[in-house]
Structure formats: structure tokens, C-alpha cells
């Protein structure tokens, strides 16, 4: 029996050694766990807050594209209107100049008219033709008058058409620096 018990005195020891290297190493192992627990809670603490700013740095692109987006319209719209008032003020310089033209041509005509009648009156005898003389004069009289009209027609156009100028010098510099 001393024997039985000796062996089972040894199989104790083994046994409470054996018990005291597992129990060592179950508190390591909690130990490795709780501090592998510890670096997973900072691990997701720091992906929820990454994955937090990835979402406000979104939203602000996001935001930012839009805002982008409206000047860029806007811009668009005022190009497109000054364009249109570009075109529209060259199409009113082109009549202008059409009716330059045309007020030149009429008031070279009514030079013409005018040194002929002057020619005409110069060698026309005096005392012949009296009444046609005096016809001529109410003629002459009438295509000076009529001159002087198209010569303030002609200054009123020649305005019209410096101010359509100024105007369209005026869109193509605030259009130039934008």
C-alpha cells in the first residue's frame, strides 16, 4: 500500500505541476487575448473614425462638385447672353452702315444735282428763260434744303453707329478678362 500511495503522491505532484504550468499558461493566454481584445476595440475605433471621414470628405466633394457645377452653369448662361448681345450689335452695326451707304449715295447725288443746276444757271442766259431761272432756283432751293436734311441724317446715323461701337467695345472687354 506504501507503494500505491508513493505512486499516487508522485501522480499528484505530476498532476499539480502539470495544474500549475496549464493554470500559468491559461493566464497568459487570457493576458494575450485581453491585450489582442484591447488592439481589436483601437483597431475598430480607428476604422469607424477613418470610415467616418471618408464620408464627410464625400459628402464635402460631393458638395463641392455641386457648387462647381452651379458657377459652371452660370457662367455658361452669361456667355451665352453676352453672345447674343454681341450678335445682336453687330447685326444693328451692319444695318447702320447700310444706311451710311445709303445716305452717302444720296447726298453724292444731290451734289451732283446741285453743281449741275449751278453749271446749268451759269449758262443760262439771263434775260431768257426768266421763269425757268426762277425754277430752277425754287429747285435748287428745294435740293439744298433736302441736302441739309441728309447731312444731319447722315450725323445722326454716324452717332448711332459710334454709339453700337462703343457698346460692342464695351461687352468684349468685360467678356475678355473672364
Known amino acids: 500500500m ?7 503522491q508522485q501522480k499528484k ?14 493566464k497568459e493566454q ?3 487575448i485581453r491585450t489582442l481584445q484591447n488592439d481589436m476595440t483601437k483597431l475598430n475605433v480607428l476604422i469607424n473614425k477613418k470610415t467616418g471621414e471618408k464620408e464627410d470628405k464625400q459628402q464635402d466633394t460631393i458638395l463641392m462638385e455641386n457648387d462647381f457645377i452651379e458657377t459652371l ?3 455658361e448662361l452669361k456667355s451665352i447672353e453676352m453672345q447674343n448681345e454681341v450678335d445682336s450689335l453687330t447685326e444693328e452695326k451692319e444695318r447702320l452702315l447700310g444706311s451710311l451707304v445709303d445716305s452717302e449715295r444720296q447726298i453724292m447725288l444731290w451734289e451732283k444735282k446741285i453743281q ?40 445722326l446715323l454716324i452717332q448711332e453707329m459710334e454709339k453700337a461701337v462703343s457698346r460692342r467695345e464695351t461687352i468684349t ?3 475678355m478678362p473672364k
Open 116 to 155: 449741275l443746276a449751278k453749271e446749268t444757271r451759269n449758262t443760262v442766259d439771263t434775260e431768257y428763260g426768266q421763269g425757268e431761272l426762277k425754277a430752277m432756283k425754287c429747285e435748287i432751293h428745294r435740293m439744298q434744303v433736302r441736302y441739309n436734311q441728309l447731312m444731319r441724317q447722315q450725323e
Open 73 to 75: 452653369k452660370e457662367h
Open 13 to 26: 505532484m505530476r498532476i499539480d505541476c502539470e495544474l500549475e504550468i496549464t493554470s500559468r499558461e491559461t
Open 173 to 175: 472687354v468685360r467678356v
Open 30 to 32: 487570457e493576458a494575450c
Open 2 to 8: 506504501k507503494k500505491q500511495h508513493t505512486i499516487l
